[in-house]
């Protein structure tokens, strides 16, 4: 900052240029259309505290009052829904420079005037107005769940709230729950990417096959520019997974893990009703193509190499 910005820029004088002034819901959903996904999470708050929509109680730190002037989740929740795709909303529980925050920390967590002014009031309202079908907790390991009165949260969540009947959630709503407790389970992310870093169509295929045949869902991230657009690099890679899956999706769809997951590091397995597939990511030996022909009832799909 002090090299490469006026002296006194602060980090909430980002805001006004974090403008999204090119940001385009329909084009993103088509993209993820295309893409194969079934469902899209969209980060409505990262630990900065700047909300993507117009919160109540984050006041002049919200994409309504400050830079795009414009309620950016729900503009894009109406568009993904618009072409049939399951609405998710990232989350953070906790803010690094919040008062009120920094407060409670110092409290040894004793005090819990953050969570009950900001952050249960934002979960609450990114429920009622958006209703999202899935939901991503995030920055849950500073303090316990007892802290962020998570289990009070979830249990209005899953019994009363609007997405009742169809809402799911992860694993991070306090220190120590993650990959213990939750709906799904995330338990690990990539951070920090470099250019060299973002991965092409046969290492994204290969990171999809393993996840699926391993009983998980596949999440492929992207980082949106600030302008509102999405990188062409991303856009391609979303299009051509899109394409492999138009080809390829029985194998991955609604399928489950086989009895057998891998081969040789080659072959991964799924299965759907009395269906077998096996997705070989290289192209196969002789001695794996006449294994095959002994088995009935399968299906062969080819990755890329």
């Known amino acids: 900052?002090?090299?490469?910005?006026?002296?006194?820029?602060?980090?909430?004088?980002?805001a006004p240029e974090f403008r999204a002034e090119f940001f385009d819901p329909e084009i993103w959903a088509d993209i993820f259309k295309a893409s194969g996904a079934r469902y899209v999470v969209f980060t409505s708050?990262?630990?900065e505290g700047f909300t993507n929509w117009p919160s109540a109680v984050s006041w002049n730190w919200n994409s309504m009052d400050v830079g795009p002037h414009r309620d950016l989740v729900g503009d894009l929740a109406v568009a993904v829904r618009n072409r049939s795709l399951h609405l998710g909303l990232y989350h953070s529980l906790?803010?690094?420079y919040n008062p009120l925050y920094l407060l409670d920390k110092a409290s040894g967590f004793q005090?819990?005037?953050?969570?009950?002014?900001?952050?249960?009031p934002?979960?609450?309202?990114?429920?009622?107005t958006y209703k999202p079908d899935l939901i991503w907790s995030d920055g849950d390991w500073e303090a316990p769940d007892t802290y962020w009165n998570s289990t009070q949260f979830l249990a209005w969540l899953y019994n009363d709230s609007p997405v009742k009947d169809v809402v799911v959630t992860n694993d991070r709503w306090g220190k120590g729950c993650s990959c213990k407790h939750g709906g799904y389970y995330n338990c690990a992310d990539r951070r920090d990417m470099k250019l060299s870093e973002v991965m092409n169509l046969p290492s994204i295929v290969k990171d999809l096959v393993y996840v699926v045949a391993k009983g998980g869902n596949y999440l492929l991230n992207i980082g949106p520019m600030a302008d509102g657009m999405i990188a062409p690099v991303f856009e391609e890679r979303l299009r051509d997974l899109g394409a492999w899956l138009g080809?390829?999706?029985?194998?991955?769809?609604a399928t489950k893990p086989w009895r057998v997951q891998m081969e040789n590091s080659t072959v991964w397995y799924t299965v759907k009703h009395n269906t077998v597939h096996a997705i070989i990511?290289?192209?196969p030996s002789k001695q794996i193509l006449?294994?095959?022909?002994?088995w009935s009832h399968k299906s062969y799909t080819h990755g890329l190499s």
Request: hydrophobic share 35%.
């Open 1 to 14: 900052m002090k090299k490469n910005y006026p002296p006194g820029f602060k980090y909430t004088d980002f």
């Open 45 to 47: 708050k990262h630990h």
């Open 94 to 96: 906790y803010e690094w």
């Open 111 to 120: 005090s819990q005037k953050f969570v009950a002014s900001k952050t249960l």
């Open 122 to 128: 934002e979960l609450v309202d990114l429920v009622t």
């Open 247 to 253: 080809i390829n999706g029985e194998a991955i769809y």
């Open 281 to 283: 990511l290289h192209w």
């Open 290 to 294: 006449a294994h095959a022909r002994d």
